[in-house]
């Protein structure tokens, strides 16, 4: 299997990962997402058919938007003079495998990756988490590979917002 950055020309082939959203995002929105600069797809091939692909973009973790608990633990690993209102991160903006590879850790096998890409490549603009808009369903998807949900503001709603640490793999 072999991780590819997506281009204008690089030709989209079937991908199905049971959600018509995520599949959707990958034909019709993935290309001018890349032009118009706001989100760069990445994807994960076998022999030429698509097993899996995600996107990546600049976010941060607001002040604003989490449980004051949390905060205070995210706050509280930062020395007292290097305390911000935010802390930049990167999002993982869709997240998807086929469903004929679900279930063989083909995600989680991915997601380490994304870590370990992110981590050797941070020569320009630093970031601490990544963040995730995880569906319900998934939660357990995100907890398995060392997120954790930021607030209880969106408890009823369709997604909750989950971090992962990066220090945790220094
Ligand atoms: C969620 C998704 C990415 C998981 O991919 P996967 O390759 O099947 O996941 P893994 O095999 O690495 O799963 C690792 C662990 O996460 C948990 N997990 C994964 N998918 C789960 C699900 N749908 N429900 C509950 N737990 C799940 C399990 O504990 C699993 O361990 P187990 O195999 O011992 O049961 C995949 O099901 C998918 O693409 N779903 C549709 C799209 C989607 O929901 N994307 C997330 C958008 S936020």
Redesign the pocket.
């Known amino acids: 299997m072999k991780l590819v950055r997506l281009n204008q020309e690089y030709p989209l082939t079937d991908f199905d990962?049971?959600?018509s959203d995520?599949n959707d995002f990958l034909f019709e929105d993935a290309k001018p997402f890349l032009e118009k600069r706001v989100a760069n797809t990445f994807i994960l091939e076998d022999e030429g058919r698509i097993a899996a692909y995600f996107y990546l973009l600049n976010d941060k973790i607001s002040r604003l938007e989490i449980t004051n608990s949390r905060w205070k633990k995210i706050k509280d690993s930062f020395p007292e003079s290097k305390r911000f209102r935010s802390y930049p991160s990167i999002k993982i903006g869709?997240?998807?495998?086929s469903t004929n590879?679900?279930?063989?850790?083909?995600?989680?096998e991915l997601m380490t990756m994304i870590k370990v890409l992110l981590n050797t490549n941070q020569n320009y603009s630093a970031f601490r988490f990544i963040t995730?808009?995880?569906?319900i369903?998934?939660i357990?998807?995100y907890q398995?590979n060392g997120f954790k949900e930021l607030t209880k503001k969106d408890e009823d709603e369709y997604t909750r917002l989950m971090y992962f640490d990066m220090m945790e793999i220094d």
Request: proline share 4%; charged share 20%; net charge positive.
């Open positions: 990962c049971g959600d995520l869709r997240f998807a495998v590879y679900r279930g063989q850790r083909l995600g989680s995730v808009d995880a569906y369903s998934a357990p998807f398995w």
